[in-house]
C-alpha cells in the first residue's frame, strides 16, 4: 500500500483489496477512538482495557510500519526518476490517472445531467486550479496540513490515488523532498492533516458517498481528467521523443488495467 500511495494514479485501497485487507481495514479505522483515556483519567481501568484492546493494533501497526517505510524508501526512487527521466516518468502518470480515471467511472452508474454536469464541473475546476501557479507554489504549513487531510481520504478509497490529490495540489514533489531530506516539520504537519483527516474528512467523503455516490464519483472522474493538464505540461517542457513517451503512457495505462483486474479477482 505504501508504495502505492507514493504513485499518482495507483491506489493504496486497490492494494488493500488485492491482498484481502480491505474490509477489515475499513473497520479498524472506524473504531480507532479515545476513549480508553477518559476511562483511564476516572480511574476506570477495565473499560480503558476494553476499549483499548477493541481496536485492531494487530493490522494497524504493522500496517502502518510498513507503509511509513515504503513511503521512505519509494520515494527516492520516484524522486530519482522525476530527474533523470521526468518527460517518461510524467508520461506514466499520465497514463496511470488516465486509467484510474476509468476505473471510478464504472461506480458512477448512469448518465444523467446531474452527473454530466459534475464531471464537467470537476474537470474545469482541476484544468483551472492547476493553472495557478502561484497557489501550486505555496508549500506553506497550512497548506501541508490541509493537502494531508485530503490526500488521505484518497489513499483508503479503491481507485483514487492519495498522490494523485498531492499531484493535483502541487505538493508532490515537494513532499518527495520532505521524506527523502527527513523534513520532520514538514512530515509532522502532513501526518497531523491525515489523522484529522482521516477521522473526520474520511467521515464526510463516506456521507458523501452513501448519500450522493453517482454525482461525488462524476465530479472525481472530472478532476483526475481535467488534472492530466499537469503530466502534460511536464512532459512538453522537458525534452522527450515521443515513441518513448507513448511507450511509457501505455505502460501507466496497462499497469492499472492489470491491478484492477487482480483486485476483482480477489473481490
Do not use: W
Amino acid at each position: 500500500m505504501g508504495i502505492a500511495d507514493v504513485i499518482p494514479g495507483v491506489s493504496g485501497g486497490t492494494v488493500a483489496l488485492i491482498t484481502g485487507i480491505y474490509a477489515r481495514l475499513i473497520f479498524a479505522i472506524r473504531e480507532v477512538n479515545l476513549r480508553f483515556l477518559a476511562y483511564l483519567l476516572k480511574g476506570d481501568a477495565k473499560k480503558a482495557k476494553q476499549d483499548f484492546l477493541s481496536m485492531d493494533f494487530g493490522l494497524l501497526i504493522p500496517l502502518t510500519m510498513g507503509i511509513v517505510i515504503a513511503f521512505l524508501i519509494f520515494s527516492r526512487v520516484i524522486r530519482f526518476l522525476l530527474t533523470a527521466f521526468p518527460a517518461n516518468t510524467y508520461a506514466f502518470f499520465f497514463g496511470l490517472i488516465l486509467a484510474s480515471a476509468g476505473f471510478v467511472y464504472r461506480h458512477v452508474g448512469g448518465i444523467g445531467y446531474k452527473i454530466i454536469a459534475c464531471g464537467v464541473c470537476g474537470g474545469l475546476f482541476a484544468f483551472m486550479f492547476i493553472g495557478l501557479e502561484t497557489l501550486q507554489a505555496s508549500h506553506s504549513l497550512p497548506v501541508i496540513f490541509f493537502s494531508g487531510m485530503i490526500a488521505i481520504c484518497a489513499m483508503i478509497l479503491p481507485g483514487i490515488s492519495g498522490a494523485f490529490i498531492l499531484f493535483f495540489l502541487g505538493q508532490y514533489e515537494y513532499m518527495l523532498a520532505a521524506l527523502h531530506g527527513l523534513d520532520l516539520p514538514v512530515i509532522g504537519v502532513f501526518l497531523i492533516g491525515a489523522l484529522i483527516g482521516l477521522f473526520s474528512m474520511a467521515r464526510v467523503l463516506g456521507y458523501l458517498l452513501h448519500r450522493h455516490k453517482s454525482v461525488t464519483m462524476a465530479f472525481l472522474v472530472g478532476l483526475m481528467l481535467g488534472a492530466l493538464r499537469l503530466p502534460y505540461q511536464n512532459v512538453v517542457s522537458n525534452a522527450f521523443q515521443l515513441p518513448l513517451v507513448l511507450v511509457s503512457v501505455a505502460a501507466g495505462f496497462f499497469a492499472v488495467i492489470v491491478l484492477e483486474k487482480i483486485a476483482n479477482a480477489y473481490k
